[in-house]
């Protein structure tokens, strides 16, 4: 069983960052995929990036750039690093976890999720 909590939503202005965190417990997060997926207003959710247990990652065109994912094995934590934020990157942001060993990227592949954190962005 592995448990996540995220931290470091808020409200930014465009061209801003933040850093997103999701601990795990449970689980030594250099053991599971680590994936991260946002949720705007009436809309799916969808993916971000996704790092794997062998630091390979995978992230959607439209953060390609300007988003990194990385973890930090002490702290049992992996972060979601967000640059030059756009307006339309609002939303709710989950992090989630798979056991398994591939760079998944729709949500129903993921067994466990945070609980989500808001990120805002104004214009």
């Known amino acids: 069983q592995v448990q996540l909590v995220e931290s470091g939503g808020g409200l930014v202005q465009a061209g801003g960052s933040l850093r997103l965190s999701c601990t795990a417990s449970?689980?030594?997060?250099?053991?599971?995929?680590i994936g991260w997926f946002r949720q705007a207003p009436g809309k799916e959710r969808e993916f971000v990036g996704v790092?794997?247990?062998?630091?390979?990652?995978l992230y959607v065109d439209s953060v390609k750039g300007r988003f990194t994912i990385y973890r930090d094995n002490a702290k049992n934590t992996a972060y979601l690093q967000m640059n030059n934020l756009k307006p339309e990157d609002t939303a709710v942001y989950y992090c989630?976890?798979?056991?398994?060993?591939?760079?998944?990227?729709?949500?129903?592949?993921?067994?466990?999720w945070g609980q989500g954190t808001q990120v805002t962005v104004s214009s």
């Open positions: 790092l794997g247990r062998y630091d390979g990652t």
């Open positions: 989630a976890a798979d056991e398994g060993s591939l760079l998944r990227t729709t949500p129903h592949q993921y067994d466990y």
């Open positions: 449970g689980r030594a997060i250099s053991t599971i995929v």
